[in-house]
């Protein structure tokens, strides 16, 4: 017993190494540059300010963490975008280690694939108890095109999903402390990591409960009790304390509207497009229509159906996976359910009622990357269909395992390595005003100048928001999934800023006291035109500037 507890964890490490270096292949990422470049796009910037500032905050101020420095006057503005607690908790110690945000970054980036795909090892391996059918369903869990995809986002690579799985049905064998304490904290992982995925749960606990639970014999002892009652206390206390922010947000009338989660989301056909003809599909390469897990896993996903249907009215197991699968892609849809982008309207999903009905599912902007829980879903059912074909048809003849196990692995291999990586980009260093900010008044609110658009190539608003890390002066600038309306009222009126009264007048309204002038981004004799007209007419003090950045304060 002992020595094949010490086996099972020699393999465990195995599997985890074995994603880890898969990962780096998958996603060529630059091995020798990961402490000094990110995949491009604004988001890897937003995580490492996200978790920056809460290693910032929360030894001085817990409770102040949701109040950040970016979109200064507003409160609250951390509520704006994934807090990324979960996250954190891997951040902060790596930190402490290396005092490299961006190498954090990678670190974990790169590890989620590990952990993600050793958590639905272990699941397949409790389901099956084979290590060959465990591994392919891993491996697809891993490495499946939105997993790749997504590479950029941690919040939404399911890394603990799997764990929250497993526990879920150990805890119907077995209700133990341990089971009960590690189900909590996979729970509590999967809501600090991704609030989006959370509001899934509840479904898939009512198919375990409904499948699980004999209410005629079920023995309501005070053990039970007191063990459903610290779970679901600790679950309340927490959720409400992370969640208090975002319904103050919500009270304030945010919401997706109808139109906006249809525009991100997929239809069915996505799920039916193999990484082969991506460039075909999707020529801008919108990540959020990309659901679907390959054309191998679905042909692995069938011959798992069709060889389990017989079994599947009498084990519970294979019917909550299939119940759970299904929902999560009507789930993914949307508002309606379509074949095609090309339809108008459509048949209402199931969506819809959460949308109007439920907290919280107003906020959520892309329903496409519930479409995870179909690919868990889909690993589990094949995890079981390949241990049929392994044990039960081959009869565990060896040399047949081996020859059909590494054929699906190369097959899944090279269908996976279709999917573009994400190009990594050196991220520059920090300009030098920004260290002369750090030593300035904390009352100070400075507006960085171009604006530009949230969401442009640029992204100036992201890399302003990332340089804050310095110095975490208030900032009437920032970069988040959601942004207060007037701030983007004030980027529409400085578009065309031309240091007219007006412009100046709105930017003190605002709130602003410094505006800082980056000229590098304005054309050659933009930065002539501003110096000398608000030298001439006093309508600021130059009090700094340093390279091609100049700091006024405003009268």
């Not at 389901?127 to 059918?133: D, E, I, S």
């Not at 800082?516 to 007419?537: A, C, G």
């Amino acid at each position: 017993m002992f020595l094949n507890k010490i086996n099972n964890k020699i393999i465990c490490l195995g599997v985890f190494v074995i994603f880890l270096v898969l990962s780096l292949v998958f996603t060529k990422a630059p091995l020798d540059h990961l402490g000094s470049a990110l995949p491009k796009g604004p988001d890897p910037l937003l995580v490492s300010w996200i978790w920056s500032w809460e290693m910032h905050q929360i030894p001085i101020n817990p409770l102040a963490v949701f109040d950040t420095n970016i979109f200064a006057p507003f409160k609250n503005t951390l509520a704006f975008t994934e807090h990324m607690f979960g996250s954190l908790l891997l951040a902060w110690p790596l930190f402490l280690i290396f005092k490299n945000i961006i190498l954090v970054f990678n670190i974990i980036s790169l590890s989620s694939f590990a952990i993600g795909g050793l958590g639905m090892y272990l699941l397949a391996f409790y389901l099956t108890k084979n290590k060959a059918a465990s591994f392919i369903a891993a491996f697809i869990y891993a490495f499946a095109p939105y997993k790749i995809t997504h590479l950029e986002h941690i919040n939404l690579s399911g890394m603990w999903l799997p764990y929250f799985f497993l526990y879920l049905h150990k805890i119907f064998k077995d209700f133990s402390w341990r089971h009960t304490l590690l189900l909590l904290f996979f729970t509590l992982m999967v809501f600090l990591n991704a609030m989006q995925y959370f509001l899934f749960l509840p479904v898939v606990i009512i198919f375990f409960i409904l499948a699980n639970i004999d209410f005629k014999s079920i023995k309501i002892t005070k053990e039970f009790v007191l063990k459903l009652f610290i779970f679901c206390s600790i679950i309340i206390i927490v959720c409400l304390s992370v969640l208090w922010p975002y319904l103050q947000l919500k009270s304030q009338g945010f919401a997706r509207s109808v139109d906006n989660i249809e525009g991100l989301s997929p239809d069915l056909y996505d799920y039916l497009v193999s990484p082969f003809f991506y460039k075909y599909f999707y020529p801008t390469y919108l990540s959020e229509w990309i659901v679907g897990p390959g054309v191998f896993v679905l042909l692995l996903l069938f011959f798992s159906i069709i060889v389990l249907h017989h079994s599947i009215q009498r084990d519970k197991t294979k019917a909550i996976y299939l119940l759970i699968g299904f929902v999560a892609v009507l789930f993914s849809l949307g508002y309606y359910i379509q074949f095609t982008r090309g339809e108008m309207g459509g048949l209402i999903g199931p969506w819809a009622f959460f949308y109007h009905f439920v907290p919280g599912f107003s906020g959520v902007r892309c329903v496409g990357r519930y479409s995870i829980f179909f690919l868990l879903s889909s690993a589990a059912l094949i995890s079981i269909g390949l241990r049929w074909l392994f044990v039960d048809y081959f009869k565990n003849k060896r040399k047949k395992i081996l020859f059909v196990f590494f054929s699906i692995i190369i097959l899944l291999f090279v269908e996976f390595s279709f999917v573009p990586p994400k190009e990594y980009v050196a991220v520059p260093p920090v300009p030098k005003i920004y260290n002369w900010i750090k030593n300035t008044s904390d009352i100070n609110v400075y507006l960085e100048l171009p604006l530009g658009v949230g969401y442009s190539e640029n992204n100036l608003g992201g890399f302003y928001e990332y340089y804050s890390i310095s110095h975490f002066k208030k900032m009437v600038n920032g970069y988040s999934g959601h942004s207060p309306r007037n701030y983007e009222g004030l980027i529409i009126q400085l578009c065309n800023f031309d240091i007219q009264k007006e412009d100046l007048s709105a930017i003190k309204n605002y709130g602003a006291t410094h505006i800082i002038f980056h000229f590098d981004y304005y054309p050659p004799n933009f930065k002539s035109k501003i110096i000398n007209r608000l030298s001439e007419e006093g309508l600021a003090d130059l009090i700094y500037f340093v390279d091609n950045d100049y700091v006024y304060q405003l009268k």
